[in-house]
């Protein structure tokens, strides 16, 4: 491996190493944000449906009693 990175020219070692590591940094960074953005967005609209559930069955309640 070190004989493969010593033979590259120094400009890709420089410049196009370090360009396509921010590349597939960033790419990685934005994945796990979208993950955790998506399950974040999941368990919100989850948690309004079962809120939303929860005022049903207490209103439902509430008139039957009257």
């Not at 790419?27 to 809120?51: C, D, E, Q, R, Y």
């Amino acid at each position: 491996m070190a004989e493969l990175w010593k033979s590259l020219p120094s400009w890709v070692r420089n410049i196009v190493v370090p360009v396509l590591v921010l590349v597939l940094a960033w790419n990685i960074v934005t994945f796990v944000f979208g993950v955790v953005g998506a399950l974040l967005s999941m368990l919100i609209k989850l948690l309004v449906v079962v809120g939303i559930g929860a005022a049903v069955v207490i209103l439902v309640k509430k008139a039957a009693k009257l």
